[in-house]
């Protein structure tokens, strides 16, 4: 599945406030649900054309002289030469809230403002169906099923509002032995924490095998049209 990967985190509980970190996290994707929402995103172009051989074969070719790219009437399309290689190692169509925040990134590039739609059928095609959020600042993904909904003018719910998705995922994952309990929220480092409340009446080794099993559980490529990414945080039973 594109972009999905399972990460195991331990939490631990917290007082009566809020997880900083799951705060952070919501406040994050709040900006986010925001941006595709708007009706402009904007998006860098080379102030001159580009230097280099297409990544990955997924560049358009250029008219003009070996090794260069030239700018087309498609600001998105432009965008796509500039696509940010991620952490995962996948690439992903950088997207700006503010010039401020692209200036931030690069001061050799201008920005331009496209619709969001279009930005994100650029991103399906030439990229690993991702989008970057300020990247150099906020480097927040846009995770892969948001960016094919919107691509196709769908809309898009995430996966830690998704009701029917955290059904199944929760029926899945209660039913791995030794899981008592399941809870979500917005991921820090993926789109989805699935909190796991897993008994530890049978020692460590029955809490390696219950998380063992959740994350054959999750990284089955059927979750890929609906989660991005996920992170599994064992609580202490």
């Given amino acids: 599945m594109s972009g999905h990967e399972d990460v195991t985190r331990p939490v631990r509980p917290g007082g009566a406030g809020p997880d900083p970190q799951v705060a952070a996290a919501l406040a ?33 070719a250029s008219a003009g002289a070996p090794g260069h790219e030239g ?16 952490p995962d190692g996948h690439i992903a169509l950088p997207v700006f809230t503010s010039a401020a925040a ?10 331009v403002p496209v619709e969001p739609a279009r930005a994100a059928q650029v991103a399906a ?9 300020d990247p150099g600042t906020r480097d927040l993904r846009l995770p892969r099923p948001a960016v094919v909904a919107l691509a196709g003018g769908e809309a898009w719910i995430p996966s830690w509002r998704n009701e029917p998705v955290q059904a199944e995922v929760a029926a899945q994952l209660g039913a791995v032995e030794g899981v008592t309990g399941v809870a979500f929220a917005p991921g820090e480092g993926a789109e989805l924490r699935v909190l796991l409340r897993v008994d530890s009446s049978g020692g460590m080794a029955g809490v390696a095998a219950a998380l063992e099993a959740c994350q054959m559980v999750m990284v089955n490529p059927a979750w890929g049209e609906l989660i991005d990414t996920v992170e599994l945080c064992p609580l202490p039973a």
């Fill in 71 to 86: 700018h087309t009437k498609d600001a998105a399309q432009d965008a796509a030469t500039l696509a940010v290689d991620l």
């Fill in 28 to 60: 994050a994707r709040a900006k986010m649900e925001r941006l595709l929402a708007a009706s402009r995103v904007i998006v860098p172009v080379a102030a001159h054309a580009l230097t280099g051989a297409p990544r990955d074969g997924r560049r358009p």
């Fill in 125 to 133: 095609l030439e990229t690993d169906q991702l989008w970057v959020l």
């Fill in 102 to 111: 692209m200036r931030a990134w690069r001061d050799d590039v201008r920005p």
